[in-house]
């Protein structure tokens, strides 16, 4: 009957374990201080072509998409991210294992006099003794519990860094790249500037040896040639220091990087279909993870207060003794205990309660953190949608101004050989092309850049292949 009562208190301490309450607050996300149903000044996207595409794919570029799958392989920011996942996984399978009887084995041996306890001399004897022991902290107040929890917030946390990461590298590949290729065009408009001015410079000087020109004529076009001149080097230098950036990006030593189609060649993304969803915004990488830091941190909360009230706690054996060693294991020589203890605070100058206060004053912060971090997120989303549709705009003007840059040069030339005006007209003409050819291929790398810094914004980006297809499917 004893051991059936044993037994008894044993379930019914389990059960409690069980069904005790979790102290302090479950969480709840709470007013984000953004309308469920905002919509954007050019809102133009639907939801799943953001989160399960390969957005730069869509650029045509196979040398950009081969150098994207290499950064995602070797960069170390990645690979830095996806050791912390790992690490945070073993904290977890740490922390929950606190939740579980902590089983010990003991076996001591010892030879004396006494009976311990008692002031008795006895004959000397051995003592032998081989027991497992139990040590269970029971979770009465769902403190263990809420340490699980706020340890699983955090591994999801690292999961959403990790992601967050990658999609930052993406961009920062793709943007990179674009930058080059506008490095590349305006290191050869520089050159082929040159060339034209370096040939204008010496039928200006023929002219001027012959008598049939000014040497003002001659100064002005050879300080033209020798600012085309200074500018082939600065662009040189941005080439290969904008070469140098990649290689660190695809985790590589500084070095040339392979190209593939040159700037104007670059296939623009299709026109966004209409449809943002400002639900999408929390479903950011970067959100979710701030997300995730809100719940580890509200967890502590029940853990503070779980630290006001006794901490429960079963200990227990059995084993076996003897006094001979190879009597140890024979019949009779089973030995057993059990036990509880509970401890609890009594007087600590409210330290409890402010831990307490400290851990909710915390988890505001956090809930602001997260609220600050959406709004930012609304943010860079219409920041990008702005500068796609503007950069286009300003795009489309730039190279019209360099159509017409192109006639009047040309034209200006002729008028100066027919003697119709000075050479300050064919130099002012000259000087624009080559202003408007280096901020057209500028403008053109920005808005490439547009759809890089909105899809980046939109928290699309990579995804395994497992979850593309999984994705395929729901569609």
Same mark, same amino acid.
């Given at each position: 009957m004893r051991r059936i009562g044993y037994i008894l208190f044993g379930f019914l301490v389990l059960i409690l374990a069980i069904q005790g309450c979790k102290m302090g607050p479950n969480y709840e996300r709470g007013d984000t201080r953004v309308d469920s149903t905002m919509v954007f000044r050019y809102d133009d996207i639907r939801e799943d072509t953001i989160i399960n595409i390969a957005w730069w794919e869509q650029f045509g570029d196979p040398q950009l998409q081969e150098l994207i799958e290499i950064a995602l392989i070797e960069n170390q920011d990645v690979r830095i991210a996806a050791s912390r996942i790992e690490e945070a996984r073993a904290f977890l399978g740490f922390t929950k294992a606190d939740m579980y009887p902590n089983i010990s084995i003991s076996a001591q041996g010892s030879r004396n006099n006494f009976i311990s306890g008692a002031n008795i001399e006895v004959d000397a004897r051995n003592v032998f003794l081989v027991a497992p022991a139990l040590n269970w902290e029971i979770d009465f107040w769902g403190k263990l519990r809420r340490a699980n929890e706020a340890a699983a917030a955090e591994m999801m946390a690292t999961e959403y860094g990790r992601r967050a990461i990658q999609i930052a590298l993406i961009s920062e590949v793709a943007a990179t790249y674009f930058l080059l290729l506008d490095y590349d065009q305006r290191l050869e408009i520089a050159r082929n500037t040159l060339e034209s001015r370096q040939v204008s410079t010496q039928l200006i000087k023929d002219r001027f040896d012959e008598g049939y020109t000014a040497q003002i004529d001659l100064d002005q076009a050879q300080i033209q040639e020798y600012i085309a001149e200074a500018s082939v080097p600065f662009y040189e230098r941005l080439v290969a220091q904008t070469e140098n950036a990649l290689s660190v990006l695809l985790g590589r030593p500084p070095g040339s990087v392979p190209r593939g189609l040159d700037l104007y060649s670059q296939p623009v993304p299709p026109e966004v279909p209409p449809g943002i969803p400002s639900s999408l915004m929390v479903r950011r990488p970067d959100v979710m993870q701030v997300e995730q830091l809100v719940i580890a941190q509200n967890a502590r909360i029940g853990i503070a207060k779980g630290a006001m009230f006794p901490s429960i706690n079963l200990t227990g054996f059995f084993g076996s003794s003897s006094n001979e060693i190879g009597e140890l294991f024979s019949s009779g020589s089973a030995v057993w205990s059990f036990g509880g203890s509970l401890v609890g605070p009594l007087f600590n100058l409210g330290k409890n309660r402010r831990r307490v206060e400290i851990e909710r004053q915390r988890t505001e912060q956090s809930r602001l953190t997260y609220q600050a971090t959406v709004l930012q997120a609304f943010r860079e989303v219409e920041d990008a949608l702005i500068e796609i549709q503007t950069f286009r705009r300003e795009l489309d003007a730039r190279l019209k101004q360099r159509t017409s840059a192109t006639s009047a040069k040309s034209l200006s030339r002729e008028r100066y050989d027919g003697g119709v005006t000075s050479y300050l007209e064919v130099l002012e003409n000259d %000087?624009? =092309?080559? #202003?408007?050819? &280096? $901020?057209?291929? +500028?403008? +053109? +790398? =920005? @808005? =490439? !850049?547009? @759809?890089? #810094? &909105? @899809?980046? /914004? =939109?928290?699309?980006?990579?995804?395994? %292949?497992?979850? !593309?297809? $999984? /994705?395929? +499917? $729901? #569609?």
């Open positions: %000087r624009t =092309l080559f #202003n408007t050819e &280096l $901020e057209t291929s +500028q403008t +053109q +790398q =920005l @808005y =490439l !850049r547009s @759809y890089i #810094n &909105l @899809y980046k /914004a =939109l928290g699309g980006g990579w995804i395994s %292949r497992e979850e !593309r297809e $999984e /994705a395929t +499917q $729901e #569609n």
